[in-house]
């Protein structure tokens, strides 16, 4: 069987304030395979970018353990940790950083041409993924020239242009009116399912929550499933009745 793209397990973390320490994670456990997407919903300040910050190794729990493709990520070896952010991780935030400077298409050769690809196969790859994205016209526009949810899929096509094995988005489509955020969610959802990566997508909206596999309620420190009623429902199956969503 194969090992699950991502395992924490009794994760801990805690902030100091002075002499005072302020705990964030709590024992958490969570497992994602391969073509699974993962909500992350919760409160504001409830850890949820730390979290994700942990999963993508640019944090050092407290305490507990972090497996990456069956790899245990040991502290303090920034070289190993460096290494699997390369090549395995994947990173999407509410704020697309997308280089003003260069077109869609360069945006994206960009992280293969810095994971050493020759330019003709970071082209080629870039043009995959832009057709992919529904942006094959748009390959020589700037972001200027592109509207919110062009430029988060264009966003996305970079994070994943390296085949790496685990998405992680931090409110992805914050910035978008909520028709476009439910197109970009489907899209990234259709991605992970073709490509056998997983996503573990934290978010404040519940229509977008409701458009993963699962979902998981960050609170105090720990883990819940999400909504508490049962699975998620996909949206090709139909909308579920409305539950309560995050605050």
Do not use: C
């Not at 005072?20 to 949820?48: F, M, Q, Y």
């Not at 069956?70 to 502290?75: E, I």
């Not at 009623?229 to 090709?236: D, I, M």
Request: hydrophobic share 40%.
């Amino acid at each position: 069987m194969a090992e699950p793209v991502l395992r924490l397990s009794q994760v801990s973390h805690s902030y100091w304030q002075g002499r005072a320490e302020v705990p964030v994670l709590a024992d958490v456990d969570l497992v994602l395979e391969a073509g699974e997407t993962v909500a992350l919903v919760g409160p504001s300040g409830a850890g949820k970018s730390t979290l994700l910050h942990i999963a993508g190794l640019l944090e050092t729990p407290s305490a507990g353990e972090v497996a990456l493709a069956g790899q245990v990520v040991r502290a303090g070896r920034d070289g190993t940790r460096t290494r699997l952010r390369r090549t395995h991780l994947g990173f999407v935030y509410q704020n697309h950083h997308l280089m003003p400077e260069f077109s869609a298409l360069e945006n994206i050769m960009v992280p293969l041409r810095l994971a050493g690809h020759d330019p003709r196969a970071a082209r080629g790859r870039a043009t995959e993924l832009l057709d992919r994205v529904g942006l094959a016209a748009r390959g020589s526009h700037r972001p200027a020239a592109l509207s919110g949810g062009e430029q988060q899929r264009v966003a996305i096509a970079r994070a994943i242009a390296n085949r790496p094995k685990l998405l992680l988005a931090d409110e992805p489509t914050g910035n978008l009116d909520t028709g476009t955020a439910a197109d970009v969610t489907d899209m990234l959802v259709e991605l992970v399912r073709a490509t056998g990566l997983a996503a573990l997508l934290a978010t404040h909206n519940p229509e977008v929550a409701r458009r993963m596999h699962r979902g998981v309620r960050l609170e105090s420190g720990h883990l819940h499933p999400w909504p508490p009623e049962g699975p998620l429902v996909s949206p090709a199956a139909g909308a579920p009745d409305p539950v309560e969503g995050p605050s």
